[in-house]
């Protein structure tokens, strides 16, 4: 049916529709913030779906389009108007600050430079073309010059907007958007096992991933992976002048595209160093870590009319720099496969490797977990093995790289006896732990020790490893018991033992007689119970005969504590040896001291939010710590929040913080607060 035979009416609900659903698309996949129901979502598509179908007015840009194209036979040549340049890289300070004064020199200014810095988003690259706001072509970059056109399967990416929302404004007539595609990494990994359970080969990382459902011939395929855009720049554009790169992202933002929310705007290349080191350590953060992958960051100039005096090499604009991480992945080969004994007796293997740098740093041993995991990987001596580092955590295995196996490389087997004390090994069934079970076995002595010496137990200053294990190893130390018999003459004769901190140790012991009595509970090292549960459990019970008297019932009343929890607190009291060692402990005068009356309810009916990374303790910890004293933990912040407690890179909630005037602490203030009225 032709267009003019439409009731008119037709016409303007069908537009209306289409304007909606972009809209409402935008706020669910874009903003993360939807205004209406998913229902009332799916009943106006339905509503399209059927008017489109009716009066045969469905259009390629039209949202009901997004799925549903035919599989091609291959894809076709985009050229692009201006060829989409890669990028120098960068890999240390030194040649940041030379690119900076690069630019200076080429531009004869000693001026510092605005920068903008974005997130290097470690993707596949594409080109989406607007013209008069309607998308129509969408690429891959290829060679730079020409990619392949892969327009119906960006379309099944709901965070690319079919149209421009320029809000009445007229959209260019042709705009260039160049992005990343990528996929988030919860995203990938479950992607990746499901491939697996379907027998299918795993994709090695996100942006192969990424590239790969890219390529699809068939759209269904694409839109069945959890694909994601951000957008980093501008090609051609017609009927729109912009002053500045910033203003460029605003912009495209505005318009309803996805542009990376860490994007900021600095003032000279320390700006642009110190951003590296946020993203680096944002990137490694444990709890608030990027969802995606990053390989670096990109400093670009911000004023247009630099960008084009600059111009560009061949291959790369001189405005624009990569400055890229240290890779945090590195192959190298076992050289042996150690077991160590933990203070539980926990034996982990561990791979002792040839050194090799990963993320900046050398390492040379890697973590195997537990006996599944190395039967898992099949990780043999002699195998070379792909090696990576997150932050500051023991770096582990991911994977053996099997065709470089050598002929004679064994499976590993896990020993029978304990490598320290050569006792028998248990692994009871269901579990995945191996243990060594003599409680005297010198491995778990000193770990134990050192626990019950750390700072959020006894917190005895100068016990460090290479001293704890002198202690047990010349036989001076059998329990931590014999800590409180240690004098300066026995001490003084050890290696690495002057008068004065051998005088130090035993002070400090001497101080540790008496304590707050959740340390002393945290000291004795019942599997489950941490600082957390034992402030929980010292808050319930005054003294530690009280704890130790406590069944069941007692203990699962006390908030916090679960079953593994009850189960493990009483086979710990009910061991002989550990009553033996506690009267010990009690006849040498160590003490718990039970909390301050106050304490029990110190922050009885106070709300607390956090935001940001704590450097100290976990989120969860924190809030089990707030719960202890009776205080209450919620996710966002309102008139009726107490407190917030801001760590390291706090978010929106910081903000709303102050704007109601509510209380803001860092963590020392928020420690201070709780010890305080323990
Ligand atoms: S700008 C002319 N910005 O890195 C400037 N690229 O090595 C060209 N990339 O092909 C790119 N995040 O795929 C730019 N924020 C970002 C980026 C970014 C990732 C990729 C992009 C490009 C490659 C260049």
């Not at 060692?581 to 709300?607: H, M």
């Amino acid at each position: 049916m032709a267009e003019k035979n439409i009731p008119p009416e037709v016409v303007s609900r069908v537009a209306e529709l289409r304007e909606q659903l972009n809209y409402h698309n935008y706020r669910y996949y874009v903003l993360d913030d939807p205004m209406i129901s998913d229902a009332e979502f799916d009943r106006r598509m339905a509503e399209l779906t059927r008017l489109e179908e009716a009066y045969d007015l469905a259009r390629p840009d039209s949202p009901t389009q997004r799925v549903g194209a035919q599989p091609l036979d291959k894809f076709e040549t985009v050229l692009h108007r201006q060829p989409m340049l890669s990028l120098e890289n960068a890999f240390s300070e030194a040649e940041v600050f030379a690119f900076d004064e690069r630019l200076k020199r080429f531009l004869k200014t000693t001026d510092a430079f605005d920068y903008v810095l974005e997130p290097k988003m470690d993707g596949c690259a594409v080109e989406l073309v607007y013209e008069n706001g309607r998308l129509t072509t969408g690429s891959t970059r290829g060679d730079g010059f020409r990619g392949e056109n892969v327009t119906q399967n960006l379309k099944t990416i709901h965070t690319i907007p079919l149209g421009l929302l320029t809000a009445g404004e007229p959209a260019p007539e042709l705009l260039e958007v160049r992005g990343e595609v990528y996929m988030d990494l919860p995203e990938f990994k479950q992607y990746n096992a499901e491939r697996l359970a379907r027998g299918e080969p795993a994709f090695a990382n996100p942006r192969n991933a990424a590239a790969g459902s890219l390529r699809q011939l068939d759209p269904k395929i694409t839109a069945a992976r959890p694909l994601k855009i951000y957008c980093y720049g501008v090609g051609e554009v017609r009927g729109r002048n912009f002053d500045t790169h910033w203003e460029v992202l605003q912009t495209l933002k505005q318009w309803g595209l996805r542009v990376n929310p860490l994007i900021e705007r600095g003032r000279g290349v320390e700006a642009a160093i110190a951003y590296h080191q946020k993203l680096e350590h944002k990137r490694h953060d444990q709890h608030h870590g990027l969802p995606y992958e990053i390989d670096g960051m990109v400093i670009k100039v911000d004023p247009l009319a630099l960008q084009e005096r600059l111009g560009a090499k061949s291959r790369s604009p001189r405005w624009a720099l990569a400055y890229k991480f240290a890779a945090t992945q590195a192959t190298t080969r076992i050289l042996a496969i150690e077991v160590n004994v933990g203070r539980t007796g926990a034996v982990t293997p561990m791979a002792v490797m040839e050194p090799v740098e990963v993320g900046g740093v050398t390492v040379s041993r890697a973590t195997l977990h537990n006996e599944d995991e190395v039967a898992k990987k099949d990780v043999r001596v002699g195998d070379t093995v792909l090696v990576q580092r997150a932050g500051d955590v023991i770096p582990e295995v991911v994977k053996v790289i099997v065709e470089e196996r050598p002929p004679e490389a064994q499976p590993f087997q896990m020993p029978g006896n304990c490598p320290v004390c050569d006792t028998r090994l248990v692994r009871p069934i269901g579990e995945k732990v191996t243990r060594c079970p003599n409680p005297d076995c010198v491995a778990s002595l000193t770990r134990g020790i050192q626990h019950f010496a750390g700072k959020s137990a006894m917190d005895i200053d100068g016990l460090g490893e290479k001293i704890v294990q002198q202690l047990v190893e010349v036989g001076l130390v059998k329990d931590v018991g014999d800590l409180y018999h240690l004098t300066e003459g026995d001490l003084i004769p050890l290696e690495r033992f002057a008068a004065k901190s051998a005088r130090n140790i035993v002070s400090a012991i001497e101080a540790s007689r008496e304590v707050p009595l959740w340390r002393l509970i945290n000291a004795l090292g019942i599997r489950y119970v941490g600082e957390a549960t034992a402030q929980l459990l010292a808050r319930h019970f005054p003294s530690l005969e009280q704890l130790m008297a406590a069944d069941q019932e007692a203990l699962l009343h006390v908030e916090g504590v679960g079953e593994q929890v009850e189960y493990s607190i009483r086979e710990f009291f009910d061991n002989e040896r550990n009553q033996a060692l506690i009267k010990r402990l009690q006849d040498l005068g160590v003490r718990g001291l039970p909390p301050k009356p106050q304490a029990a309810s110190s922050l009885g009916g106070k709300t607390f939010v956090f935001t940001g990374g704590l450097a100290n303790i976990s989120r969860d910890e924190a809030k089990a710590m707030v719960a202890a004293r009776g205080g209450k933990v919620t996710s966002s912040v309102s008139a009726k929040t107490d407190y917030v407690v801001a760590g390291a890179d706090p978010g929106s909630k910081l903000a709303k913080a102050e704007a109601l005037g509510v209380e803001i602490m860092d963590e020392a203030k928020f420690r201070e607060l709780l010890e305080g009225k323990t």
